[in-house]
């Protein structure tokens, strides 16, 4: 079994910045890919970012230029950078980790949100 855990959320203005971190525990492997997304009230879950085993780094247009994803050293962390946050990137974060055989673990997810 595999916990996720986020943290970082928090409440800010239009144009400024957060850090969201994420750290898997458990059975875990060096070998995974993980990622971001984000749901807004009365939608559906939409996909961020994601840093794949092999280093491949996926970004959705809507945060491109203004998120970084990246990992930690001992890759069961990722982090999410967000800069120049709009309130339209008000939403629940969570992070996804996936096992080199594909199977998904989600965290419970953490608050974000910009006033305008």
């Known amino acids: 079994q595999v916990q996720v855990v986020e943290s970082g959320g928090g409440l800010v203005q239009s144009g400024e910045s957060l850090r969201l971190s994420c750290a898997a525990s458990?059975?875990?492997?060096?070998?995974?890919?993980m990622g971001w997304y984000r749901q807004a009230p009365g939608k559906q879950r939409e996909f961020i970012a994601i840093?794949?085993?092999?280093?491949?780094?996926n970004y959705a247009d809507a945060v491109k230029g203004r998120f970084t994803i990246s990992r930690g050293d001992a890759k069961n962390t990722v982090y999410l950078q967000m800069n120049s946050l709009k309130p339209e990137d008000t939403a629940v974060y969570s992070c996804l980790y996936i096992t080199i055989n594909g199977r998904q673990y989600w965290g419970q997810g953490t608050q974000v949100t910009v006033s305008s």
């Open positions: 458990g059975s875990i492997s060096s070998s995974n890919s």
């Open positions: 840093i794949q085993n092999s280093g491949t780094i």
